[in-house]
C-alpha cells in the first residue's frame, strides 16, 4: 500500500515558478511515479513521469522545456518544479504511483490546486 500526499500548489503570476512536492509511504521507491492535472471542466492529463530509478523521464508537450520532475527515493519523495508558468497552467495537481511499470496508476494522492493569474 502507498499513501501519497502533494503540498506546494499555491497562487502564482504568469511566468512565476512553484514546485511542488509528493510525500509517499510504502514502497513508492520501487514504483514509476507521475504528475497529472485536471482543470476545471476538462479531463484529467498527463504532466511528466519518471522511472523509479529516475533514469526515464517523460513529459506532456505542452510542460516541456518549463517543467522538471524529480525524485528523491531515499526520502520518499518527488518534486515538480514548474516555471514559466501560464494561466493553462491552472489545475489541481496529483501524483501517483505506478507498480506495474506499464503507465498503469494504482495509488494517487488528494490533489493540491494551482492557479496562474494572468
Known amino acids: 500500500q502507498v499513501q501519497l500526499v502533494e503540498s506546494g500548489g499555491g497562487l502564482v503570476q504568469a511566468g512565476g515558478s512553484l514546485r511542488l512536492s509528493c510525500a509517499a509511504s510504502?514502497?513508492?521507491?520501487?514504483?514509476?511515479m507521475g504528475w497529472f492535472r485536471q482543470a476545471p471542466g476538462k479531463e484529467r492529463e498527463f504532466v511528466a513521469r519518471i522511472s523509479w530509478s529516475g533514469r526515464n523521464i517523460t513529459y506532456a508537450d505542452a510542460v516541456k522545456g518549463r517543467f522538471t520532475i524529480s525524485r528523491d527515493n531515499a526520502k520518499n519523495t518527488g518534486n515538480l518544479q514548474m516555471n514559466n508558468l501560464k494561466p493553462e497552467d491552472t489545475a489541481v495537481y496529483y501524483c501517483?504511483?505506478?507498480?506495474?511499470?506499464?503507465?498503469?496508476?494504482?495509488?494517487w494522492g488528494q490533489g493540491t490546486q494551482v492557479t496562474v493569474s494572468s
Open positions: 510504502g514502497r513508492f521507491s520501487r514504483y514509476a
Open positions: 501517483a504511483a505506478d507498480p506495474s511499470g506499464f503507465d498503469s496508476y494504482k495509488y
